[in-house]
């Protein structure tokens, strides 16, 4: 069935890299997102990879998609504490008829 | 603002209610989709109108209903209420489908408590 998977919580310093990884099952899925959704607000679209890309790059952000193992990383580098958020990916399932989101990845920065 | 518009922003209601959710899609989008997110259910899918016509229904109670209107604003209705109904609801909307590299713009919610 239709499934994103990720892991609940991620917790890194000030200046590390952050590494966000999600599992999804439906591999005719073109175009893969980020999401951030920040404390009491709405998601908003971060980045996203079509899928006949292995790696796109933008800013401190690079999204890697291997999809053979249909795996998908999100990396953020130099964390700063504004990135505090919880991270969702998602994936176009049946053809597109809807987004599937994974649980999030709540990303706690420290100082 | 996302140009996504949801209202209200906040509602609180009694078990056995019906309340009615609304939403504005970005101008020039066609597609809505309502999306339910609680702490324990993460974000799910509950149904997706695309100008006017139902396209795909996810795990949408027999208790809630949705419709778009030719203006195609979306209304979510939701009856006989019971507090695992208290979540925060989202709205987002497409051109089309997700099949382009802009995937969804959500609104920023609406926070249902039911007592």
């Known amino acids: 069935g239709e499934d994103v998977e990720q892991s609940l919580f991620l917790s890194v310093r000030e200046g590390d890299s952050s590494v966000i990884n999600c599992t999804y099952t439906?591999?005719?899925?073109?175009?893969l997102y980020w999401y951030k959704q920040e404390p009491g607000a709405g998601l908003q679209l971060l980045t996203y990879?079509?899928?006949?890309?292995d790696m796109k790059q933008d800013q401190r952000l690079t999204v890697l998609l291997n999809k053979k193992d249909k795996h998908l990383s999100l990396r953020i580098a130099d964390t700063q504490t504004g990135d505090s958020a919880i991270y969702f990916c998602?994936?176009?399932?049946?053809?597109?008829?809807?987004?599937?989101f994974g649980q999030g990845t709540e990303l706690s920065v420290k100082p | 603002d996302s140009g996504v518009t949801q209202t209200p922003k906040h509602l609180i209601t009694a078990t056995g209610q019906r309340v009615t959710l609304r939403c504005s899609p970005r101008?020039?989008?066609?597609?809505v989709y309502w999306y339910q997110q609680s702490l324990d259910q993460g974000l799910q899918f509950l149904i997706h109108?695309?100008?006017?016509?139902?396209?795909a229904k996810g795990n949408i109670l027999e208790r809630f209903s949705a419709q778009q209107f030719p203006d195609l604003h979306s209304e979510l209705n939701l009856s006989s209420l019971e507090l695992g109904d208290s979540a925060l609801y989202f709205c987002?909307?497409?051109?089309?489908?997700?099949?382009?590299?802009?995937?969804?713009?959500f609104g920023s919610g609406t926070r249902l408590t039911v007592v």
């Open positions: 990879i079509f899928s006949n890309m």
């Open positions: 987002a909307s497409s051109v089309a489908g997700p099949r382009g590299p802009y995937g969804y713009t």
């Open positions: 439906d591999s005719s899925s073109t175009y």
């Open positions: 101008s020039g989008d066609l597609s």
């Open positions: 109108y695309y100008n006017g016509e139902e396209r």
């Open positions: 998602a994936a176009p399932y049946n053809q597109g008829g809807k987004l599937i």
